[in-house]
């Protein structure tokens, strides 16, 4: 096995004490998730946080205030819910962070200390998690792995009993109130990227199918809070956006909400039923609704300016989200009945120190006019400036005005920071979404490309200290823009990459293949040199740029051999590159490996622009 050079971590990112205690800060600031309530007992609620320096579990009962950790594990969990009578915790309990394990259970209470958590269903196989739900009678669970997905149901407490199994993607997306009707997102039609929905029994019986063609995708949001009423709330994308719908699965009749707002849209339901809370996603910013299905009245939620990741209504009608801004770092607030709009929960702890704003440019390319989100440090020269630019990962995900604190640790360090919403974004409409099938990775560069023109002929960003940086998908873009574009960049960080498409692609996680095979229109059997000419494997030879890599031993979505690959290769020919690897998955839940990595990332990129 080669043996590549290993990154070099400071001791002390910033010559300033302050200024590197207060990047520090930012990361290490305990944050919050939006607390998820027991439907039928909504004083007991569960949320994550890293109060204890990983991401965990906790339990709040807010009748006494108490909040307990319940998950303390080296690696983190990223996966739990709360039985409807708030009695139950399930969390999902996978293996260093390789995101493959079993649903497991506890006491709300707590269990003692010599007590392992039980399975949630015993007969479930082991697998990635494809949605749970939880009601009084009915247990579901969704599972996928090789074998493709399976669903497993328990009823009143008996075995476990298989109700759906398919080759195909395919997932839990939601149960009714009255526990008869399970909806199912699925792919049989073979395009995991545009899911069809099924409603089934819980014994396995088919009840209804929807399915919008080619192209079209469907995701179902949530059955009507009310007791029998067999109403699904959808998300359909019939007019090249994402709109709602509401279908009656038992009736097979629907009702299209049309809603005069531009972007893209998200929702939950007011406990009676009556109501919608929009969530509506515009030009990298959020705003919230709340829409009247009877007479169609859409009224706008006086909430501040910024990004909201979460929201939902309380049985009191109270409106809970979790909210930030670029400028400042995230918080849960609760808005009233009474328009009232304060924080709901404080973690424990010094808040994070501040940032800066974002602006806007929408910079044209060959595919339509690409929004781009700028921050500048303050009291920065005129004159161009040393700039990252930084990718998104998903690829169907987008850059969004909030709080960032890997953004500031760059702004602290004197770079200006570019967020590209290229081709394959989300939030802005269907075509945009989906202009990347048949040619992922250079069609987004395209757009990365004419906004590092943009970039530089106005003067901010100076061409002689160009960054590009990303991890997941943005890793992956990274690492093929320093082979297509070499002239472009003065260094190429990718973090959890694919690096080798056609070795990801064989050791990658089966809902991962199923996804690149809708991407692509194929398997690599199938598209051999379109992997190929997708793939950075193939430029490397062309980079020119020094590299960091970092990556996890354990990542179930992009794989460490396809990434030792493109290492050996770049040690082959003597290029310039320094790698890190970590002992989890597709990226890290502990803060102290975040600070680490990030600490790595900039010094890194000062080194290699002679800034350090």
Known sequence: MTKHPAAEEPGQLFPDADADTRWRARFRAARVSLPEWARDAPDRNVYTSNASGVWETYAWDRLTGQHRQVTDRPNGTYNSTISPDGETIWWFADTDGDEFGSWVTEPFAGRP??????????????????????????????????????????????????????????????????????????????????????????????????????????????????????????????????????????????????????????????PDGRSILVSHTHQARNTLYQYENENGELTLLDIPAGTVGNAGVRPDGTIEYSWSSAAEPPMVRALHTDGT???????????????????????????????????????????????????????????EDRFSAYRAVWIDAGFAVVHVNYRGSTGYGSAWRDAIEGRPGLTELADVAAVHKWAVSTGLADPEKCVVAGASWGGYLSLLAAGTQPDKWAAAVGGVPVAD????????????????????????????????????????????????????????????????????????????????????????????????????????????????
């Open 113 to 270: 200390l010599d007590q392992e958590p039980a399975p949630a269903i015993a007969e479930a196989p082991a697998g990635y998690p494809a949605g749970v739900e939880i009601g009084r009678h009915v247990l579901a669970i969704g599972i996928s792995n090789d074998d493709g997905t399976t669903v497993v149901v328990s009823r009143d407490g008996a075995p476990g009993e298989v109700v759906y199994a398919h080759k195909n993607d395919a997932g839990i997306s939601g149960h009714s109130r009255d526990e008869q009707y399970i909806v199912l997102a699925h792919s049989e039609h073979g395009d995991n990227r545009h899911a069809a929905l099924r409603v089934i029994t819980p014994t396995g019986d088919t009840v209804a199918d929807k399915w919008d063609g080619k192209g079209k995708g469907l995701d179902a949001i949530a059955f009507s809070p009310v007791e029998g009423d067999p109403r699904l709330l959808v998300l359909h994308e019939r007019y090249g956006r994402e709109e709602l719908l509401i279908w009656d699965v038992v009736a097979d009749t629907e009702v299209e909400i049309k809603l005069d707002l531009p972007g893209e849209l998200g929702a939950a339901w007011y």
């Open 341 to 399: 709009d304060r924080v709901l929960l404080t973690p424990p702890g010094d808040r994070a120190p501040g940032s800066v704003n974002l602006t806007d440019a929408f910079v044209p390319s060959e595919g339509g006019d690409v929004h781009a989100l700028i921050a500048r440090p303050q009291n920065a020269p005129e004159g161009p400036l040393p700039t990252v630019f930084s990718l998104h990962g998903g690829p169907h995900s987008a850059d």
């Open 501 to 612: 498409y056609l070795a990801a692609y064989e050791d990658e996680m089966e809902p991962l293949r199923a996804f690149d095979r809708a991407l692509f229109g194929g398997s690599p059997e199938e598209l051999p040199e379109l992997y190929k000419e997708c793939s950075p494997m193939t430029y490397v030879d062309q980079v020119r740029a020094p590299i960091l890599i970092w990556a996890g031993e354990n990542d179930p979505r992009c794989p460490i051999r396809q990434i030792d690959n493109y290492l050996d290769r770049l040690a082959e020919r003597g290029a310039k590159y320094e790698e890190f690897r970590y002992d989890a998955g597709h990226g890290s839940l502990v803060i102290a490996e975040t600070i680490k990595q990030v600490a790595i990332e900039v010094h890194f990129v000062l080194r290699m622009l002679g800034m350090a």
